[in-house]
């Protein structure tokens, strides 16, 4: 069985911390004599303490991140070797500080499917003259994912547009 890079650093952070998990995990049971009182050895090393502070950091950030599969996987590779996240894994708001919305400057470029034209339409990817046809004929919408909801295009060609359309109501 071959790893794949992130995978294999994923299995090698796991080692490394895993004797140190299992060092903490389980108390020094040995025998000692009567009247001798030592402290226990269950300290981890500096080396093996700052893995497992890497590692809960790494953990900890990946959650924060709602990241699933592989990357996640490639991530928690990343993190545990030193590199840095990418831009678009540190996107997420700090759980402290409300997100920051702005509507009209994201909203400036979207389509309207309530009132766009046939050729607006049929220049978004995937949309031909028969779906542009078809979203008019399906007029109005409360809200874009209606385009699915009503059978009007597939689950792949709205993924495609989702972030290019939007359902303004009329005021």
């Known amino acids: 069985m071959r790893l794949s890079r992130p995978a294999a650093l994923a299995v090698l952070g796991f080692l490394l911390a895993a004797p140190a998990l299992a060092q903490t995990a389980t108390p020094n049971t040995t ?13 981890p090393s500096a080396a093996q303490a700052a893995q497992q502070e890497r ?15 592989d990357k996640r996987k490639s991530f ?10 990418s831009a678009a894994t540190t996107a997420a708001p700090t759980p402290g500080k409300p997100a920051t919305t702005t509507t009209a400057p994201s909203q400036a470029g979207l389509i309207d499917i309530n009132t766009a034209n046939k050729e607006q339409l049929d220049a978004l990817p995937q949309i031909g003259s028969a779906r542009a046809e078809a979203i008019i004929k399906g007029r ?10 009503r059978y009007i295009v597939p689950q792949n060609v709205y993924d495609a547009i989702k972030d290019k359309i939007v359902a303004r109501q009329k005021s």
Do not use: F, H, I, V
């Open 31 to 43: 025998a000692k004599p009567p009247g001798t009182t030592t402290a226990p050895t269950t300290q």
């Open 55 to 69: 590692m809960a950091a790494c953990n900890a950030e990946s959650g924060q991140t709602k990241l699933s599969g």
């Open 76 to 85: 928690m590779a990343n993190c545990l070797a030193g590199k840095p996240a």
């Open 140 to 149: 109005p919408y409360k809200a874009k994912n209606e385009l699915l909801d």
